[in-house]
């Protein structure tokens, strides 16, 4: 049997070289007739399925009246820049239109805590009660199918209002709030009769609903939540807070195990789904020692786009607790990451902040404000006290309040996602001062509106925003 395996083996390698002896044999005229039929054979294929023939018999039709021109190529790119300009123009208007009149409608608005007031509710629009009976907020409102929105059923005539699962839908500052953006109908109409190029025009208010143009029906998910909220869109974050620098420093001494560090986690994460591209930041993990959860990273700020906040999502949910907090170390570097990058004019140049989050500081930490962050005070500190224990609370707080920051108490993994949006609201308190009103454009993301409404299709596009 072994020698038939050998004879079997040296028969194949015969068989190889004879092929290859053959091969090196073919004379070349033999090459060049295969060659020629190969060509021609290509040639009736391309000619058959380009449509060349009946391009060149058109060709031949117009040739008399064709006429070759010499293009300028800057020329070129002035009108496509001068196009681009113009159609981004009209986006833009259509936005400060938007921001000046619900500004306007809340200037003259004096709050009703008594307010009565029956809206449009996107989710209940066009229901019945068992009686038979329209509910409240839920009247009968027309929709129809529309090919400029991906074929929806809308309403070209007025907007409606969804409110997450979580918002009490009759609060009086909800209410209020709704009473007062009822002037941006009109604005949502004339918009889009002076530019029919606009889609979605949208509304999101600080006290959680969001109003949305053209109205549409809003489908929960299989458990009847309505879980989408505004404020947690990049959308509204980015126009709420401008760009920022954040360093985000986590305990991870003995004391944090269990489900401290659960929680502490889950807040990193929601940390970092509020930041977007033109945002940068940096997470620091600290016991005794500092520890950069990417090493690569080391004291620098990098930008917080999906593939590094996801990256330092897959580090943060590494980290094990170990050893005794030292809180100064870590502070002070921090401190010296965005004192060098505002100097450097690295980062977003724009707001700073460090976010610790700890079951508690022990450690005498004023000597580390007083080097780096009095008396101006450019670096807030926001400080996340996690766990039931209020040990320490004071110390926490006195951080926060001392560098222009919030504190919050974090002690189960729901307060999470509210707790951590407060830091929103103190960012943006200087811009509303100030009447700021920048125009940002989003980076392209996936229809969230179109999803949200129950339906199949998507579609990717930019957003522009103004914050009010």
Known sequence: MEGARTNLGTLGFLCLWITAQAQMKIPPETVQQWASVFSVQLRELTTKYSGSQLLQKKL???EPIIKMVDLNGNDLVKDYSDEIERLLGKKMKS???????????DL????????????????????????????????????????????????????????????????????????????????????????????????????????????????????????????????????????KDIIIMVDISGSMKGLKMTIAKHTINTILDTLGENDFVNVIAYTDYIRYVEPCFKGTLVQADLDNREHFKQLVDELHVKGEAKINKA???????????????????????????TDGAMEDFEAVFEEFNWPERRVRVFTYLIGREMTFAQNTKWIACNNKGYYTHISTLADVQENVMEYLHVLSRPMVINHDHDIIWTEAYMDSVVRAAGQSESSEQLVVISNI
């Open 60 to 62: 031949k039709d117009v």
């Open 95 to 105: 936005v400060k239109r938007l921001a000046e009149s619900a500004e306007d409608a």
């Open 108 to 243: 003259y608005h004096e709050f009703n805590a008594t307010l009565q007031f029956d809206y449009y509710n996107s989710m209940i629009i066009n229901s019945m009660d068992e009686d038979g009976n329209s509910p409240d907020m839920g009247a009968e409102f027309p929709l129809e199918e529309n090919e400029h929105f991906n074929n929806l059923r809308v309403n070209m005539l007025m907007s409606d209002i969804q409110v997450p699962t979580n918002v009490f839908n009759k609060d009086p500052n909800i209410l209020n709030s709704i009473y007062n953006s009822e002037a941006l109908n009109d604005v949502f109409i004339g918009n889009f009769q002076k530019d029919p190029t606009l889609t979605w025009q949208f509304f999101g208010s600080s006290t959680g609903f969001f109003r949305i143009f053209p109205g549409i029906k809003w489908t929960p998910d299989s458990n009847g939540v309505a879980a989408f909220d505004c404020r947690n869109r990049n959308w509204y974050i980015q126009a709420a807070t401008s760009p």
């Open 331 to 357: 502070m002070k570097e921090s401190f010296k990451i965005l004192n060098e990058a505002r100097m450097k004019g690295q980062g977003s140049m724009c707001n700073q902040a460090i976010m610790l989050i």
